[in-house]
């Protein structure tokens, strides 16, 4: 059967655990020195090997470190010469473990008031003086809460450092990313501007080309050297259109239209170059954006450049009507000559890449219109209908492709007519996802600083709220049960109490310790204690004093240690 191998600790924390408890078990050898006669096997070897079982324990299991090393300080409140014992430092010390190691806080305060409950119970079932309920109520807590909320502060310090430079990282590879899109956008720019502007160009001398051909002026060899050139030209167009199908990786929002062109000169040039186009404009020009221009100009060129190309010497049928809000553009080729070659589907040929009714088509959905292609009486038909204005206004609402880029915004430039491209805004997805997650990070990160901030101020005044008032009260205990030696000596067996009152304080002192309580006593009588001083931290001798139906039978001293 294997064996399954444990996976030894890292050398750096194997060795600040041996120094960590290096310095608790100096600390722990140095109260067991100056405690004088003490039990080595109790006071001494037991504490060190609690000690290190409980340091390494500290990384998985840091409540539990906490419980055994607040265990020796219940068994130090046993002691009936002194609570105070130099396990108060290994338990700060591990309580401050506690709270860099463990991020919530509901676990380590059930530790910590378990932690407290024993050693309250320990002063009970052992009856201790007032001095060790003192210490359990005010050093003990002292030494669990306090450290483990500067080890909270800590953790949470190193938790802010490392998420900024994680955000830092983040940000950088964001930025990073950002670039390869602008890279990208751009690419798609380039290849939106070759596909329509220079193909539709190369379309046309080929065109005008081949026209001359059918010259009866021109010899035969002037015939091969057009035929020549209409075929290179054609193939150049191919390879445009392969050059364009690999930069366009994703489709891009375009190039802007030539300075001062419009769909008139676009139409113009088009005739120019033996092209049968009639078109008509219906209804009142009105104040168009100029990225619906650029829609209407880049279907008209798209829509003449598949003619020229799918079905030449078709003649091409234009119509621009304007309505209230909206523009429609029509455009219909006719089927070629009987010899002429076919109209094909809808979209280029398979070597064209299928990029430019597929790119008119998300041209025109981003401005907010629609766009129908297909076969129309034996021809081809592109319909597409816009708005006057886009549904976006501004770079702050620019809108994006399906891919994800955002299309930039075009001013009207000087004449009305020649769009400038505005200042180009970054990608509003990484914006997005930047700006919300560091504001979340953010958020989160002065949440927790507050709460920590909130638990470093509430829990000491909590503790001083329940502390304060219990040493007060025990402190008013020990002060008003104070038996000065002068009336003791004045105190006479055999008087009653009326005539003693005057001598006697206003209270007894609640706290003997178990051999002053079970000291031999008159039989018949009820015995009282006194301090015999005011000093509130140290041990002083109790006063005895024994009544007998309100009179007074005896009187002694006991001494504060155990004889």
């Not at 450049?305 to 010497?313: L, M, Q």
Request: net charge positive; charged share 20%; hydrophobic share 45%.
């Amino acid at each position: 059967m294997p064996h399954r191998r444990i996976p030894l600790p890292p050398a750096r924390s194997v060795f600040g655990d041996v120094a960590l408890w290096g310095v608790l078990a100096a600390a722990t050898g140095y109260g067991f020195r100056d405690a004088g006669a003490a039990s080595p096997p109790l006071d001494l070897f037991l504490p060190l090997a609690v000690l290190a079982v409980a340091v390494p324990l500290s990384h998985r299991r840091p409540g539990a470190a906490v419980v055994l090393v607040n265990g020796l300080c219940a068994l130090g409140l046993a002691d009936s010469a002194t609570p105070a014992n130099a396990h108060v430092l290994s338990l700060a010390v591990l309580s401050c473990l506690l709270g860099a190691r463990v991020a919530a806080a509901r676990r380590p305060l059930l530790v910590l008031s378990a932690c407290l409950a024993v050693d309250l119970v320990t002063c009970a079932v052992l009856r201790t003086q007032a001095v060790w309920w003192f210490y359990a109520l005010t050093v003990l807590p002292a030494a669990l809460l306090l450290p483990w909320l500067a080890g909270r502060h800590w953790r949470g310090r190193r938790e802010l450092v490392r998420d900024g430079w994680r955000l830092a990282r983040s940000l950088e590879e964001r930025q990073h990313l950002v670039a390869e899109r602008a890279r990208l956008t751009e690419r798609a720019d380039i290849a939106a501007d070759m596909h329509d502007s220079l193909g539709h160009a190369l379309s046309l001398v080929a065109l005008r080309a081949g026209a001359l051909e059918l010259s009866p002026d021109l010899t035969d060899r002037d015939r091969t050297d057009l035929a020549e050139l209409r075929g290179t030209i054609a193939d150049a167009v191919e390879q445009l259109r392969e050059t364009v199908a690999v930069l366009h990786d994703p489709p891009g929002t375009g190039a802007a239209l030539p300075v001062g062109d419009t769909v008139e000169d676009l139409l113009g040039r088009a005739i120019a170059s033996g092209v049968p186009v009639r078109w008509e404009r219906r209804g009142q020009v009105p104040a168009l954006s100029p990225l619906v221009e650029r829609g209407m100009y880049r279907v008209v060129q798209e829509a003449l450049t598949n003619s020229v190309k799918h079905a030449p010497g078709g003649s091409v049928k234009v119509g621009i009507t304007h309505e209230a809000d909206r523009t429609r553009v029509s455009i219909v080729s006719t089927a070629p000559p009987a010899d002429g070659p076919a109209h094909p589907a809808e979209g280029p040929s398979p070597r064209a890449g299928g990029r430019g009714l597929t790119g008119l088509r998300e041209r025109v959905t981003v401005l907010g219109g629609s766009l129908r292609t297909g076969p129309y009486q034996g021809g081809f038909h592109v319909t597409a209908v816009l708005p006057h204005q886009p549904p976006f206004r501004s770079a702050s609402s620019a809108p994006t492709t399906r891919t994800g880029l955002r299309m930039p915004v075009w001013t009207r430039g000087t004449h009305g007519r020649s769009p400038e491209p505005a200042e180009k805004a970054p990608h509003p997805h990484t914006d997005t996802v930047t700006t919300l997650e560091s504001a979340r990070r953010l958020a989160a990160a002065r949440r927790d600083a507050r709460r920590r901030s909130v638990a470093a101020f509430a829990a000491p005044v909590a503790a001083a709220a329940f502390l304060v008032p219990s040493a007060v009260y025990l402190a008013w205990q020990l002060t008003t049960s104070v038996l000065p030696p002068s009336r003791f000596d004045e105190l006479q067996p055999g008087r009653p109490r009326t005539e003693l009152a005057h001598l006697l304080p206003a209270h007894a002192f609640p706290y003997p310790p178990g051999h002053a309580r079970s000291a031999p006593r008159p039989p018949g009588t009820t015995c009282e204690f006194y301090r015999s001083s005011r000093a509130l931290l140290d041990q002083v001798d109790l006063y005895r004093l024994c009544w007998a139906r309100d009179t007074l039978v005896a009187k002694d001293t006991v001494p504060a240690n155990r004889p």
